[in-house]
C-alpha cells in the first residue's frame, strides 16, 4: 500500500510561483512512476505532468509547459510540481498520484493510489 500527502497549495496571485509537495511511504517509491493531476469545479480530472521511475524523464501537458516542471527526489520520498507565472486558469484541487511500474502515463486510469488533494486558487 502506498500513501501520498500533497501540501503546498494556497492563494497566490496571477503571475506568481507556488511549489506542491507529495510525500510517499512505500519501499518501492523510486520504481514507480508518478503523476499530477488537476481538477476545476465541474470538470473532469485533467492530467499534468508525470515522471518516470527509472530514467526521471518527464512528460508536461501543453497547457503548463514551460511554466510547471515535475521532479522528484528518491531519497526523501517526494515528488514536485514547481509552478510559475501561474494563471486563473490554473486554479484547481492538485492530485499526486502512483502507479506500480517505472513507465509514465497521463491516464488517471493508469494510477494505483491517489492523494487527497490541494487546492491552488490563483487570483486575476
Known amino acids: 500500500q502506498v500513501q501520498l500527502v500533497e501540501s503546498g497549495g494556497g492563494l497566490v496571485q496571477a503571475g506568481g510561483s507556488l511549489r506542491l509537495s507529495c510525500a510517499a511511504s512505500g519501499r518501492t517509491f523510486s520504481n514507480n512512476a508518478m503523476g499530477w493531476f488537476r481538477q476545476a469545479p465541474g470538470k473532469e480530472r485533467e492530467f499534468v505532468a508525470t515522471i518516470s521511475g527509472s530514467s526521471g524523464s518527464t512528460y508536461h501537458a501543453d497547457s503548463v509547459k514551460g511554466r510547471f516542471t515535475i521532479s522528484r527526489d528518491n531519497a526523501a520520498n517526494t515528488v514536485y510540481l514547481q509552478m510559475n507565472s501561474l494563471k486563473p486558469e490554473d486554479t484547481a484541487v492538485y492530485y499526486c498520484?502512483?502507479?506500480?511500474?517505472?513507465?509514465?502515463?497521463?491516464?488517471?486510469?493508469?494510477?494505483?493510489?491517489w492523494g487527497q488533494g490541494t487546492q491552488v486558487t490563483v487570483s486575476s
Open positions: 498520484a502512483s502507479r506500480r511500474g517505472a513507465v509514465m502515463s497521463t491516464q488517471p486510469s493508469r494510477y494505483d493510489y
